[in-house]
């Protein structure tokens, strides 16, 4: 992992999205938290404030996240705050402070850099403030830990790039360290590889820098005309595909060149059907029923319910294939087409309200 100094100084610049933001902190909800007939204590009672402290909130993904989340603590009549860290390690830890100041029951920890939270987190369990967090391992045994199955969805990518391209061929690859969920899927990389000598990497690049999607485009293009022989690309976030095929399509590689990716939004499923697109199969989970999820975890850790300690939400293979024989458009089609994606059962209790 590298530094926290350099991954502080590279997160600063990617802002840009965010500059509309005019305060770190906006209210998931404007309702107050309504007692939940037939739950259990405190949340019969109401009054329940839960705070989603993000790291990350760039892109189609979080904000499908967020929106799935507020959803879930609507449903369970929670008065849900949450804060945007803006890629900022400092400011995040600002507002886990400002969170258990306002006298939250629990903290959603949305992304972030391990060595800068675990010290802040463990203030707010010291103070009987429950702590869950999605995709960031704090290493702490008091934390549920909320991940997609990142090593299925990298096998289910790698496995379907081999049906398609054999198992010798030139590869590109997309890759930030330090985040918890890429450095998950590039263990399973860094595995393929040994398992598949045929396969070359040609070339390895990647960003944070904001707008992600345009900054990989730039360091794509390079990559492509110094590497001409790359037949793949394994970008496993959805921003760092979308950056793949924008300089795939400026240098009309469509039909040389396959994109294997993670994540799905409407969005990202406009570009896979698009003509000619390098951009053929993404892996993913519903990110609205991650944010879901991950209210549910902080709400039964506050009601003394055990979620388990590690709660895995599956990924689905979606091809372009898929996407056209069944006309989906939408990210509500696929869903309605794939029931799998539409909803989890983990961490979930019968007093929880759904939100289907």
């Not at 400002?98 to 463990?122: F, M, R, T, Y």
């Not at 005309?225 to 595909?241: C, G, L, T």
């Amino acid at each position: 992992m590298k530094s926290l100094n350099r991954h502080q100084s590279r997160a600063r610049r990617v802002v840009g999205a965010l500059a509309l933001l005019s305060a770190s902190v906006l209210l998931g909800q404007t309702t107050q938290a309504e007692p939940l007939k037939g739950a259990p204590a405190p949340f019969n009672k109401g009054g329940v404030k839960i705070a989603l402290v993000n790291y990350l909130s760039t892109g189609d993904f979080f904000q499908a996240y967020e929106a799935g989340a507020q959803k879930q603590a609507k449903a369970l009549g929670v008065d849900l705050r949450i804060y945007e860290g803006r890629q900022d390690a400092a400011e995040q830890r600002e507002q886990i402070q400002q969170a258990i100041s306002l006298g939250v029951s629990a903290i959603i920890v949305n992304h972030g850099l391990p060595e800068s939270l675990k010290d802040v987190v463990q203030r707010a369990l010291d103070k009987g403030i429950k702590v869950v967090a999605f995709d960031v391992n704090l290493n702490n045994p008091k934390v549920p830990q909320i991940e997609q199955s990142d090593h299925d969805l990298a096998t289910l990518l790698l496995n379907q790039a081999v049906k398609d391209n054999g198992d010798t061929f030139a590869a590109g690859y997309v890759y930030v360290a330090g985040f918890a969920p890429l450095d998950r899927r590039d263990e399973v990389w860094r595995d393929f590889k040994t398992a598949h000598p045929g396969v070359q990497e040609k070339a390895r690049w990647g960003t944070v820098d904001n707008p992600i999607a345009q900054s990989v485009a730039n360091q794509a293009a390079a990559a492509y005309r110094a590497h001409p022989e790359i037949r793949v690309v394994f970008a496993p976030y959805d921003e760092f595909a979308r950056g793949a095929t924008l300089a795939a399509n400026e240098a009309n590689l469509g039909s040389k060149l396959r994109i294997y990716s993670a994540d799905i939004s409407t969005a990202d499923i406009e570009a896979i059907r698009a003509p000619n697109s390098a951009w053929v199969a993404t892996a993913a989970t519903n990110p609205a029923v991650v944010g879901a999820v991950s209210v549910r975890a902080a709400a039964l850790e506050v009601a003394g319910q055990d979620p388990g300690h590690q709660i895995v939400v599956k990924p689905t293979l979606i091809t372009r294939d898929d996407l056209v024989k069944n006309d989906i458009k939408t990210v509500a089609e696929l869903g309605a087409k794939f029931p799998a994606f539409r909803t989890s059962d983990a961490a979930n209790a019968a007093w929880i309200p759904a939100t289907e």
